[in-house]
C-alpha cells in the first residue's frame, strides 16, 4: 500500500494544485482520470461547504493505492452539517457531486 497526502490553501483556486498532485501521484493510466475527478469533487466540496474555505482555511487531500484501486479522503476544518446524497432536478444547477462521487467509487 502507498499513501500520499498534502495540505492546500482552502481557495477554489487551488483545486488545480490539487488535481496536479493526483496526477503527479498517479500518473495518467487508467482510472486516474476518475480518481482525479473524485478528488476535485471532495475538495471543491471542502472549499464550498466548510470553514475550509473561509480564510485561512485549508484541507487536507489524502491518496491511498492498494493494488489497481485508490481511496480518496479529504480532510476539512468542518462545517454547520453533514455531507449528503441528494436527489437534484433536472432544472438545478447543483446538488449532484456526492451522488457522483458515490456512483465513481463504488461502481
Known sequence: MDIWSKEFAGRPECLVEARRFTVA????GDGAHTVVLV???LAGNAIKHTASGEPGGE???RLARFGDRCRVR???????????LCSAGVEDEAGRGLTLVNSLSFG
Open 25 to 28: 501521484v498517479l500518473g495518467e
Open 39 to 41: 478528488a476535485d469533487e
Open 74 to 84: 479529504v480532510d476539512d476544518q468542518g462545517g454547520p452539517t453533514s455531507p449528503v
Open 59 to 61: 484541507f487536507v487531500l
